[in-house]
């Protein structure tokens, strides 16, 4: 999360956790995130998810506040990918149904979990409410060298929390699936978002359980700056599909 603050403390959301797969090398690194609904049932994006499935790999999650390789506690699990989804890039927005599950071998028994919300929830939310994203991902950036001197996103491991705002929850670019809310400012740079790692990391409501939706589009990928995007969790075909998985 760009400016955001680490997740900690009472506050807390301590069933957000890291989505970690194996990457160029072998190497296994936190590459999203992700919601622990069930004690079985880690819901993600579908971006993060459809390599693992298309290749038939496992998956890891980590609760850890910060990853450690080698060191934190990993949960293998297998990962699903909506049927109904359509992901090209998600930079380019030509994204439907961007919606991931993976199914933990090992229950993970904790004393809340996230939770899905009811069916049209978002049409109910006015905008300018303040919601509040979690994740793994990138905490900022730095200059390299160059030249021309370019922006090098610092690694994810550490869950993050920042508060934003709603937007719109009807935006012609994106279609009805995702719902809009503030980002960093393209020129500032002041502001909370999502960024790299981030991808299916919760965005809830006041209660802090219920997930309106999923991290899915950031609008200028390279610096994670302008509004962000999710992919909206109250919809009548992603609601059946998630209370499939046990």
Partial sequence: IINGEPDRGPNAHPYVGAYVAKVEGGK?????????ISPKVFLTAGHCTQFDVERNLPVYVSFDPTYKPGASQLIKGTPYLHPKARIVKPSTRAVRYDVGVVVLKKPVRMATYGTLPHAGLVETLKQGKRLTTVGYGTTGYKIDGGPPPRPQLVPPGDRYSATV?????????????????????????????SCYGDSGGPLFVGDQQTIVGVTSIISTPVVCR?????????LPGVLKWVRSFP
């Avoid at 705002?165 to 909370?192: M, W, Y």
């Fill in 28 to 36: 296994l690194r936190p590459v999203c995130s992700g919601t622990l």
């Fill in 165 to 193: 705002r709603l937007l719109n929850t009807r935006d012609p670019a994106v279609s009805d699936q995702f719902v809009k809310t503030t980002g960093v400012s393209l020129i500032r740079g002041k502001g909370e978002a």
């Fill in 226 to 234: 302008g509004p962000a995007y999710y992919q909206r969790m109250d």
